[in-house]
């Protein structure tokens, strides 16, 4: 027999639990009968287990509202607790802001409902108390429009329940319903319409956009065809329908009305930029859980109902939710869910539109990776199939890929691939040897090969690619060292490579850095300059350490000391990130590794990096390959994660000196008390108040003081650290928007022919077709004359037709804006700054969109 | 999350019998720990490879090879640590059981790593599961050491007249020869000389043992392209450390 614990977990499931049988009408029959004996003995453990599966497991929460119906039948009281604690929840959830919360509980309130275990118009009044509020704050006088994320929320939850009980509360209590319908569309028609450009997976979709709806929209026309089609869909079980004789005669509990928080008032008129700060932080704080992909043509995936689409999604979302770190759970109930059709696409959709959202993914990347991995083996004549068709029309549109999408896409698939040997039909691609150096398919395939070159190595990736040789064009260099002192072969000696050879003697003897750094300073710096030496040294340290990642830090750690007293300032900051990149030229992942090192040890500034970021060299591959983007998000993300740990800190610190306060003045009491009680008995010593007793409370109160004094004193230190680290970030994001409005507007075409990215793209295609006319007797260099002949003959082969400026224009803005949305929270404390140093009047228009864009501000001026 | 199927005081299925304090503390130190431990790791597996890996869980601080105490080279397994406790959550959740240099890999928390523990406690100097184990994993060295002593011994009692122990056919899964070398098994090229891991020269430049496929031998010298010269002559276990590898007692 099994346990009730595990009835209930697995009822739905195929599982040993509940034998051969798969009707749900059985499986809530068996998990019934066990439960009502066990009631007696243990009701609490039953009512939080219940509730747990309810919130956890919610794509079962139909089984689990029928059972409760069942069990209201002999046991009123256990189900007025349930009840009870539901509203509480609820409660707690709304006053937490916790969302997932929320939405699940009205939908098991709906199920209760169904089961005939609350009034239909308890559930109106939930309904009601949450569209009012919700009108309340988008209403421009009496509430804060900036807040509309909250709002939009609370009426996606009163939609989200009607595929669960539509039919139930229309039959029942048709004109309250009707009412909260009628509320809901007028609230649709006050708000505002959701326009997020700037967290679209596709760069054209804001030129496409205007007129297709926003996710409420969406929803709210999903849910209008649901019910003209008299509330009826396949993907909600319905068991409570198998049970309805006998729940009728259930008794309806009592729901305590729920309360919406009080909304953040604000003064009517806020400012543009106060109205984008706070939009940004509801817009955090209820963000919205899916943001469509449509990867595949309406022709390949499930012919589905729009609103069994939405039930789908959201089953799965939950899934994913719940059984982060569970994999085998994950997968098993992902592919398991109660519907009575195949959703393999759908799935696949769901997946990726997580993987690739904006501005991030509710967990870290490798999580769906993982859970693609799983799915692939759990489904292996069907899953495979579906991800290598996402891939493949994902590839297909990639030119339009969001910069930040693409980047994750890359390490995605590449890490994917090292799960399953490496496999791909690379041949379906091998034309991107065609296109042009900068296409974005042809650099996504080369990224895709780094990164698996860099799981693996060189040569298990060329034999990878067997079938489509041409494509060992595309790999990364075999990645040695580029050691210029090397004494290996026939190469000339200089008196270089002596100092060098020196050095490296000194390091093997374990000299101390203060020796080196006399050397340098006395035999080296004065003879040879500062270019010499620090070429000596910088490439002679990093070719000792060259031999792995510890080998690197062992050698920063004992002689950073001698490169930072070479390097004290940003200029030489600069030129020694040169010299590193240099060394590691052929190594793109040993070079990035190693600028992060020396921005650890603070041995270069992030300031200089970015610098280094936008020397000449640089810019000409911005298009071209991740490497420096990868070495300024490596830079960026270090200093981010220095503000994020010193706030976690200091919050802890924080808890510290409260408690530190109290142990200390409670341990002061006990001092005073003890005091007094030996000067009351003066000359007549008490028993157990001795003078050593006497001593230990001293010391006691002492000690607790003096850890009070010291907590203060490092959240001093922390603060001081925090106030240094949030400078050196506006320093950085200043820097950085300068960098990228200076390269830019020296490359952007001028806004009147490039006003729109649509237009930038057109700019060349235009400019060609000029060519094409009069270019008859017309010498082409040879890069050229490849792409010209493609165009000659029509189209590339994917319609690619970006001339080399034009993309590196649509890359770099493609950076900007995934920068700026990454650190968004970071950058609004400074936007009035940037808005005087930056983005003045005279800034492109494209780049002031992609800024704004990326932070989610309204372009007022576009 | 997820609570409903975990049972969340089972932390680790193993316990390190090194760890000087009690069940208690190992615990306790397993909660805190921003160290993960990496097992079933290929031989020649490099740090740059954990460190693409791994990084994908977050920033990492510091990886420690696991080495085969006597010959001072890598045997299977490495420690991370990174700066964050959540991203060492993460690298448990997300990496355990996933692919790297086509093992599969698995990562539990650790109680931190001290001097010391980077060697092998095998008796060999390896991982004690690399003594014991039957089967040929080109990865880890071919046979376990226990095997490779007794063929060793059957060697010296018979000769096969090949000379080597090339004679004795690695037990591979069929599949795999089936791609004719395309999709290659772990480790069975490895030490080609153009490899990035070239660069390790002198820690792997003993790892002469090859299984060389076809292609590959053109470019490599005749010494080489015999499958020998294997590690497992490398040492005749004289080792007097006779301590338990717990690791090999994880389900």
Known sequence: MSSWRDLLLRIGDKSPEYGTSSDFKDHIETCFGVLRRELEHSEDEILNVLLDCAEQLPHKIPLFGTLIGLMNLENEDFVRKVVEKTQTNLQDGLDSGNCNRIRILMRFLTVLMCSKVIQPSSLVVVFETLLSSAATTVDEEKGNPSWQACADFYITCILSCLPWGGAELMEQVPEEIERVMVGVEAYLSIRRHASDTGLSFFEDDDETENGEKDFLEDLWSRVQDLSNNGWKLDSVPRPHLSFEAQLVAGKSHEFVPISCPEQHHSPSTLSVINHGQQKHEAELKYPQRIRRLNIFPASKAEDLQPIDRFVVEEYLLDVLFFFNGSRKECASFMVGLPVPFRYEYLMAETIFSQLLMLPQPPFKPIYYTLVIIDLCKALPGAFPAVVAGAVRALFEKIADLDMECQTRLILWFSHHLSNFQFIWPWEEWAYVLDLPKWAPQRVFVQEVLEREVRLSYWDKVKQSIENAPGLEELLPPKGGPNFIFSVEGDRERTEQHALSADLCNMVKGRAAAREIITWVEESVLPIHGLEVTLKVVVQTLLDIGSKSFTHLITVLERYGQVIAKLCPDQDKHAMLIAEVGYYWKNNAQMAAIAIDRMMGYRLVSNLAIVRWVFSPENIDQFHTSDHPWEVLRNAVSKTYNRISDLRKEISSLKKVIISAEEAATKAKVELEAAESKLSLVDGEP????????????????????????????????????????????????????????????????????????????????DSMAVDLEESAAMEVDNENSRQKSQSNGGRTSNGYNIGEKEQWCLSTLGYVKAFSRQYASEIWPHIEKLEAEVLTENTHPLFRKAVYCGLRRPNNQA | MASLFKDPTKLSAYRDRRFSGSQEDFERALLASITVYVGNMSFYTTEEQVYELFSRAGEIKKIIMGLDKNTKTPCGFCFVLFYSREDAEDAVKYISGTILDDRPIRVDFDWGFQEGRQWGRGRSGGQVRDEYRTDYDPGRGGYGKLVQRELEAQRQLVDYGAGSLGSFPPVMPPQYGRHGGSHGHGGSYRRDYHRKRHRDDDRHGHETSKRISDHESRRISDHDSRPEKNPRFRESGDSDDDEEDDRKRRS
Do not use: M, Q, W
């Not at chain 1, 010291?710 to 001093?716: D, F, P, T, V, Y």
């Not at chain 1, 949030?726 to 020296?746: C, G, H, P």
């Not at chain 1, 649509?758 to 700019?763: D, G, I, V, Y």
């Open chain 1, 686 to 765: 008490v028993v157990g108040e001795t003078p050593s007793k006497l001593t230990r409370f001293k010391s006691n109160a002492e000690k607790k003081k003096e850890e009070e004094v010291s907590a203060r004193e490092s959240l001093e230190a922390k603060d001081a650290l925090l106030a240094r680290a949030l400078d050196e970030n506006k320093a950085l994001f200043l820097s950085l928007y300068k960098n990228f409005s200076i390269v830019l507007t020296e490359r952007l075409p001028d806004p009147s022919r490039a006003g729109t990215l649509r237009e930038l793209k057109s700019t060349h295609a």
